[in-house]
């Protein structure tokens, strides 16, 4: 998958989990991306958000920061 999809998704994902408080929306976001990504889509999108991320949410950054601390 490109780069680029990953990014549209993980940001709509932000997006649709934006009413939370911003702790729990980051939980809400790893928690999806952990149980529904393959590892090789979350090393992809965690890759990508320390080189560059500029296509990021912010929401979705704070998310795939939390989330590589999984996978470091």
Known sequence: MSTEQLVKMVNQIAT????QTQQESVALIVNHLTKFWALSMKKQIIDYAKQDGKDLLPLAMLSINELAKKYQ
């Open 16 to 19: 649709n989990n934006s009413h």
